[in-house]
C-alpha cells in the first residue's frame, strides 16, 4: 500500500457519486481556466523537473478543490507525498472519496494563522502548487501566504501557481480576455454548465446537506470575487516575500502558470 493510502478512508457508499461530483466539476472549471489540461501539464512539468532525484518528493496543492491538480500529480509522480488543502467541506470530501488513495486532504483556511501547522509537515516542501485558487485571498493575506510558503519550502524548491492573471495594461487585459473567449468557443467550453448551476444542483443533492451546512460556516472568509491582483503584482509579492526567480513559464490569454523558486 503506498504511504499515501494510509490517509482518509473513503466511504464505501460514496465513490459512485464522487466519480459523477468531480467530473462535472472539471468540466465546469474548463470555463474559468483557459486551456486547463494543458495548463496542468505544465505544472506537473516544473514540479517533475525541481523534484528529479528525489526519492519521496513533498507536495502541498493551495485551494485544492476536490483534488484536480493533486490527482494529475499523483498519476505524473506517483511516490510524491500529496497535501490538498481547501476550506470548502464538500470539495474536500468529493476529493476524500475519489482520490484518497493518493492524497491527504486538509480543511484549512490558506492565510489564517498557524495554517502552515495545521498541514502537518515533516519536513520542508518540495513544492506548492495551485490551480485558479491563489486570486482569492486579499492581497495583504497573499503576502503573508507567500512569506509563509518561502518558510516551509527548502532552497530550490518552487511554487508553481496555474491561475487567471490579468495583465495590467487594460489593453492588453483585454485582448487576453478575447483570447480566452475564442479559446473556449473553439473548444466548445462555453456549452459546459457553470459555477452557479453545479452549485444549484449540489444544493439540491440531500446527500450533501450537512456539507453545504458547513460550507456556508467555512466559506465566508475565502468568498468574494477575487483580489484582482495582475501577474505582475503576484510577482512583486513574491520577491518580496524571499522567491529568488521569479516569472510566467506558460500562457494562453490570462491563463498563466507562474513559477517562483526558492
Ligand atoms: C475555483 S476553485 C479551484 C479548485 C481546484 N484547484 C481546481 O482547479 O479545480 C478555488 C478553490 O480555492 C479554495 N480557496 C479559496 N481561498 C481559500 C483559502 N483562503 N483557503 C483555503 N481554500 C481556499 C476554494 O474553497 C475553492 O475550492
Do not use: K
Not at 492524497?103 to 501547522?117: A, D, K, N, S, T
Amino acid at each position: 500500500m503506498p504511504e499515501n493510502a494510509r490517509l482518509q478512508s473513503a466511504d464505501p457508499q460514496r465513490p459512485a457519486w464522487s466519480v459523477d461530483w468531480v467530473a462535472r466539476w472539471e468540466r465546469q472549471q474548463e470555463r474559468y481556466a483557459v486551456d486547463r489540461e494543458e495548463r496542468f501539464t505544465v505544472i506537473a512539468d516544473v514540479v517533475e523537473r525541481v523534484t528529479e532525484g528525489q526519492d519521496r518528493p513533498l507536495l502541498v496543492d493551495l485551494g485544492s478543490g476536490p483534488g484536480s491538480l493533486s490527482a494529475r500529480l499523483a498519476t505524473r509522480l506517483p511516490r510524491a507525498r500529496i497535501v490538498a488543502a481547501d476550506i470548502d467541506p464538500l470539495l474536500l470530501e468529493l476529493g476524500r472519496t475519489r482520490h484518497a488513495d493518493a492524497v491527504r486532504f486538509v480543511e484549512v483556511l490558506i492565510g489564517q494563522p498557524g495554517w502552515i501547522e495545521a498541514l502537518e509537515l515533516d519536513r520542508p516542501l518540495d513544492a506548492a502548487v495551485s490551480s485558479t485558487a491563489l486570486h482569492y485571498p486579499e492581497p495583504a493575506s497573499l503576502r503573508e501566504i507567500y512569506r509563509d510558503l518561502a518558510g516551509v519550502l527548502r532552497p530550490g524548491g518552487v511554487l508553481v501557481n496555474g491561475d487567471h492573471l490579468m495583465p495590467e495594461d487594460p489593453v492588453l487585459a483585454a485582448l487576453a480576455e478575447l483570447v480566452g473567449r475564442r479559446h473556449a468557443g473553439r473548444h466548445g467550453v462555453d456549452d459546459a454548465e457553470d459555477w452557479t448551476t453545479w452549485w444549484a444542483d449540489a444544493r439540491r443533492n440531500p446527500e450533501f446537506a450537512d456539507l453545504l451546512t458547513a460550507r456556508e460556516r467555512q466559506l465566508a472568509p475565502a468568498a468574494g470575487d477575487g483580489n484582482g491582483l495582475s501577474a505582475a503584482q503576484h510577482e512583486q509579492l513574491l520577491r518580496e516575500a524571499g522567491f529568488r526567480h521569479v516569472g510566467p513559464v506558460w500562457q494562453y490569454g490570462s491563463s498563466c502558470v507562474l513559477v517562483a523558486v526558492r
